[in-house]
């Protein structure tokens, strides 16, 4: 029987993972924590804590909350206006509805860079 448990543990296989789904993100696309967290089999508060210590090699003006507001919108602003993300009325963030990822895509364009840490080889 195999362990389908979420990862907890934030190690270094669980930090490439999550930073690889975050490289997956295309331009003028967000994902939320919890997707990006569901896609590597982590939760969302652990997929912020590796972005909050090692997100700034990769893409992470691209990770939003749930509603497609960023906590470090200020700086993270003139990536979206060179991507095209456009704020939202209350300018916390950006409507998950227009910017947000396709995650079906987001899963399969990730699923390469994860086979590869896994030791897998890719189709």
Same mark, same amino acid.
């Given at each position: 029987?195999?362990?389908?448990? =979420?990862?907890?543990?934030?190690?270094?296989?669980? %930090?490439? *993972?999550?930073?690889?789904?975050?490289?997956?993100?295309?331009?003028?696309?967000?994902?939320?924590?919890?997707? %990006?967290?569901?896609?590597?089999?982590?939760?969302?508060?652990?997929?912020?804590?590796? @972005? *909050?210590?090692?997100?700034?090699?990769?893409?992470?003006?691209? %990770?939003?909350?749930?509603?497609?507001?960023?906590?470090?919108?200020?700086?993270?602003? =003139?990536?979206?206006?060179?991507?095209?993300?456009?704020?939202?009325?209350?300018?916390?963030?950006? *409507? @998950?509805?227009?910017?947000?990822?396709?995650?079906?895509?987001?899963?399969?364009?990730?699923?390469?860079?994860?086979?590869?840490?896994?030791?897998?080889?890719? =189709?």
């Amino acid at each position: 029987m195999t362990d389908r448990s =979420p990862r907890t543990r934030m190690d270094d296989l669980t %930090v490439e *993972r999550v930073l690889r789904v975050v490289e997956a993100i295309p331009p003028g696309r967000v994902a939320a924590y919890g997707e %990006v967290g569901a896609i590597v089999g982590v939760g969302p508060r652990l997929v912020g804590r590796i @972005m *909050r210590t090692w997100g700034s090699s990769v893409p992470w003006w691209r %990770v939003t909350d749930s509603y497609g507001d960023h906590p470090l919108l200020a700086r993270a602003l =003139p990536h979206w206006q060179e991507e095209g993300i456009v704020l939202k009325p209350n300018r916390r963030g950006c *409507r @998950m509805a227009q910017f947000g990822a396709d995650l079906a895509q987001l899963r399969t364009d990730a699923g390469p860079a994860l086979a590869e840490l896994d030791g897998e080889s890719s =189709p």
